[in-house]
């Protein structure tokens, strides 16, 4: 939560995160606005973003809402005329915005392989990269968070967006190296399986999925925000290239789990 972390902590920072409208990017934005951030969220929809900024304003904190589909590149650059012109300058940018659909890999089609790599590798390259040239960089600050997923062995029925979401890893740490002389932090949070609503739609048991995770429980949206608030802090200004692996030890799972009675 985030009385883990010193109030005030972002005071004078600026953040922007996409996907803000619920789960892990609402509590992400909650929890930076809660430490002192100006944080604006975007979303394909208002509804979603409304609600979180209402949430914010509940918590005495303010968070403005930005309808912005990321994968069109006309709208990411209208986001950030917007966030700039409000608020100067953007110091934090989480990458939470993306989406994908379960298939087996023969099943996917070429527009459908598309519109996941659109989403979840396209649209973070585009937003880190306006970001950095018309704000970190001129400002010699900057801290990049972009959410990825685990496992990261394998994920069957996932070919595409397991695909998208290494090419995120691989150029965080390519992007970690060309910008660490601005004094650019990037890194990447890959949560396991986060109790969401947007998780409840594929219809699985919480309890059951649960036996297959060391921690023996799913996370929370707001466990994977500590994760994120950790590197986006003073805390995190060592840590750059790397994927922070937020997922109860799933990852490191095998089916002799179901053996041990786990």
């Known amino acids: 939560m985030a009385d883990v972390f010193r109030d005030g902590v972002f005071e004078g920072r600026t953040a922007l995160v996409t996907g803000g409208g619920t789960g892990i990017g609402r509590a992400t934005a909650l929890q930076l606005a809660r430490l002192g951030a100006r944080v604006a969220v975007s979303g394909r929809r208002a509804e979603p973003l409304e609600e979180t900024a209402a949430l914010a304003q509940a918590a005495g904190v303010d968070v403005l809402a930005y309808p ?9 650059d209208a986001l950030l005329d917007a966030v700039l012109e409000a608020n100067g300058r953007v110091d934090i940018l989480v990458n939470n915005a993306g989406g994908q659909f379960v298939s087996p890999a023969e099943a996917i089609t070429y527009n459908g392989m598309r519109a996941v790599t659109r989403v979840n590798y396209e649209a973070v390259w585009y937003l880190t990269n306006q970001v950095a040239n018309r704000s970190m960089i ?29 090419a995120v890893e691989s150029m965080t740490r390519t992007l970690a190296v060309e910008w660490g002389r601005f004094g650019i932090r990037l890194s990447c949070v890959a949560p396991g399986i986060i109790h969401t609503e947007a998780w409840e739609r594929y ?32 805390a995190g200004d060592y840590v750059t290239g790397d994927t922070l692996v937020v997922d109860g030890g799933y990852d490191t799972t095998s089916p002799s789990m179901l053996l041990l009675g786990g």
């Open 68 to 76: 912005c589909d990321v994968r069109e590149t006309g709208q990411v």
């Open 138 to 166: 001129p400002n010699g600050y900057g801290k990049v968070v972009s959410v990825t997923m685990t496992p990261r062995r394998a994920m069957p029925g996932m070919s595409h967006s397991s695909a998208a979401r290494a």
């Open 203 to 234: 219809g699985l048991e919480p309890e059951q999925v649960a036996r297959m995770i060391p921690a023996g429980v799913l996370g929370t949206p707001e466990q994977v925000a500590d994760a994120i608030v950790f590197l986006a802090s003073p």
